[in-house]
């Protein structure tokens, strides 16, 4: 909700992506739990299964009408801005808004968090990688706004 008010998103827009973002990993529900547990490096075959989490979630939110809408942003949560995410390769803005939001601050969760197999990175860590992943990974425009805003954030 910070970085959409930070963009001056409207607030029904920021509720959306606000609700999306607790959705958006409902698909790994349908992974099996010694793959999504696993303490060391997972083999090219668990990826791609892991790589199906998005679509599971989209194929859950679509069977609801009020979460309906927010498919898409969970579909393409793992999209990356230069086209080397998945599920579809999405790049740019061809990526909605709200997949791009959630995937900066769920890299910034990610990366700032304790996992089986390491510690938590500082925040100073986490936001050199953005800055360094800017165009790449992460939307430039959000990116550069999470930056500036880091002090509140970190």
């Known amino acids: 909700m910070l970085?959409?008010?930070?963009?001056?998103?409207?607030?029904d827009v920021s509720e959306k992506v606000h609700i999306a973002a607790h959705l958006h990993d409902i698909g790994k529900i349908g992974i099996p739990d010694a793959i999504l547990n696993k303490d060391a490096k997972l083999e090219d075959w668990?990826?791609?299964?892991?790589?199906?989490?998005?679509?599971i979630g989209?194929?859950?939110?679509?069977?609801?009408?009020?979460?309906?809408?927010?498919?898409?942003i969970v579909l393409h949560h793992h999209e990356r801005y230069d086209g080397l995410g998945y599920p579809d390769a999405l790049y740019g803005d061809r990526i909605p808004l709200g997949a791009r939001i959630?995937?900066?601050?769920?890299s910034i969760d990610a990366m700032t968090s304790t996992r089986s197999y390491r510690k938590a990175y500082t925040y100073e860590y986490c936001f050199c990688d953005i800055e360094k992943n800017l165009a790449k990974m992460y939307d430039p425009n959000i990116g550069k706004?999470?930056?500036?805003?880091?002090?509140?954030?970190?």
């Open 46 to 55: 668990e990826w791609n299964i892991i790589k199906k989490h998005p679509q």
């Open 102 to 106: 959630i995937a900066l601050c769920d």
């Open 58 to 72: 989209a194929d859950i939110l679509n069977k609801f009408a009020h979460l309906a809408e927010m498919k898409d």
């Open 3 to 11: 970085v959409c008010k930070l963009m001056n998103i409207p607030y």
């Open 145 to 154: 706004i999470v930056l500036e805003q880091s002090i509140d954030l970190g």
